[in-house]
């Protein structure tokens, strides 16, 4: 497995450090606002503690395979070719796109787990034998979803001609998300799937929201504790098995690159090369919470820094 990054050359070390040298300002105005942000967190009361039924679903379990049951250590799981799901208000050629699911154990620690459906979006890449193989899009938020016409009116213009003539593009809903199943604490607005809202009713009126939700999925019979990182990376396995792929790229945004590193660590022997963008710790669910992602903002251009100034 490898990373991609530059050597040199004009995406080298100079050209990083000019480009840094003009957004130094910018970006230390940047982690000033975020480190006072955080600052004044630490210096004012103590905040609610987050319930721990809500807690359970919003951190970062590592989980061994070996947890899971013997009746899904040996699951085959199959691409099932479906017409897309989305409307198409948009005009673009649908051969450029196949779409389908992949079922998948909701809770691979039960013997007794019912499937779940996973959308999954394909866009051929027009390269016979593309140079990039296969790259999979893990999306970020949590929550962010990644079959939608928009995406596939985009990828079928000019414009985006580069990228499918390197690879076949693989783009999925994850679980509970988007098209996927299961459809728990959809009735919570769109802007509260990315975090807790800064709202007149407070972070408590959003947990409890939370609360209502996860009790009515579980009296539905969702297992709502299956729905964490360490599922969803298993569920990438299942999906590049179900393709019928040996080896492809992980391409992980945000959440998403928390995610990627799960991948790494379940299927490392599927995974060719992780591309990390807006990287988010891996532990940030119990390790600092998010609140990581500052003080790692901060390590970055500290560390940027003390290489241009070695250069």
Wanted: with cysteine.
């Amino acid at each position: 497995m490898s990373t991609l990054h530059d050597e040199g050359g004009p995406l080298g070390d100079s050209w990083l450090c000019s480009v840094f040298r003009r957004i130094t300002v910018t970006a230390a105005f940047l982690f000033l606002s975020i480190a006072q942000s955080a600052s004044a967190a630490q210096d004012a009361p103590p905040a609610t503690p987050m319930p721990e039924d809500v807690a359970q679903t919003a951190s970062t379990t590592e989980q061994p395979t070996d947890q899971i049951a013997p009746r899904w250590q040996s699951f085959d799981p199959k691409f099932v070719e479906n017409v897309c799901p989305f409307p198409n208000p948009f005009k673009f050629d649908r051969s450029t796109v196949i779409c389908g699911y992949v079922m998948v154990p909701e809770d691979r620690t039960d013997p007794d787990s019912r499937l779940i459906r996973l959308s999954v979006m394909k866009i051929p890449s027009t390269a016979t034998n593309p140079p990039g193989g296969t790259v999979v899009r893990l999306d970020g938020g949590p929550g962010g979803p990644g079959v939608y016409a928009e995406r596939v009116a985009y990828l079928a213009e000019p414009q985006a001609a580069s990228f499918r003539a390197v690879a076949d593009l693989i783009y999925f809903d994850q679980r509970g998300v988007g098209y996927s199943e299961a459809a728990l604490c959809r009735g919570i607005g769109d802007s509260w799937r990315y975090g807790v809202p800064v709202a007149p009713d407070g972070v408590e009126f959003y947990h409890q929201r939370v609360r209502e939700c996860l009790a009515e999925a579980r009296a539905a019979g969702v297992a709502v504790d299956a729905y964490s990182t360490w599922h969803n990376a298993l569920d990438v396995r299942d999906i590049r098995r179900a393709l019928g792929l040996e080896q492809w790229s992980v391409f992980g945004v945000s959440y998403g690159t928390q995610l990627a590193q799960a991948v790494a660590e379940v299927d490392a022997e599927g995974v060719r090369a992780l591309v990390l963008d807006s990287v988010v710790p891996a532990a940030t669910g119990t390790i600092f919470g998010w609140g990581a992602v500052s003080a790692g903002f901060n390590s970055s251009l500290d560390a940027v820094s003390a290489a241009c100034s070695a250069d």
